[in-house]
């Protein structure tokens, strides 16, 4: 993996906070985020800077991630896709994953998935801080 700067990091964090949200939506249907801030204002800035993360990250994505294994690579866009709906849903209150899949077991499973990816890469992310 490329040297990672500040703002790397913070997307990173960020991006995963998101993905994690996601998990609890999809695996216990609890929004951790509304549950501590409520569902005006402030979440909605949350969710924005979550997908401003994202789509910063996606840019950054092949330079940064490039030397990554393909299940990490997974991982990261899965993150980033999450993280993007988030913004979505910050900006514009539009959800694009139930907007594009109507299909409440697919919406599911898509949650389900970035919410995994966001526990793989914490622990991913854990593993190499400590072996440096």
Do not use: H, P, Q
């Amino acid at each position: 993996m490329a040297k990672m700067n500040k703002l790397d990091i913070l997307s990173i964090i960020l991006i995963i906070i998101g993905g994690i949200n996601w998990g609890l939506i999809g695996f216990k249907n609890y929004n951790l985020v509304s549950s501590l801030v409520g569902t005006g204002i402030l979440a909605s800035a949350i969710y924005t800077f979550v997908g401003i993360a994202g789509v910063y990250s996606a840019f950054r994505f092949f330079k940064v991630f490039k030397n990554m294994d393909w299940y990490e690579n997974i991982m990261v866009i899965l993150l980033i896709i999450g993280a993007i709906n988030w913004g979505f849903i910050g900006l514009v209150g539009l959800n694009l994953v139930t907007a594009i899949f109507s299909n409440a077991l697919i919406v599911k499973i898509i949650y389900d998935a970035v919410g995994i990816s966001a526990i793989g890469s914490c622990i991913i992310f854990l593993m190499n801080w400590l072996n440096k």
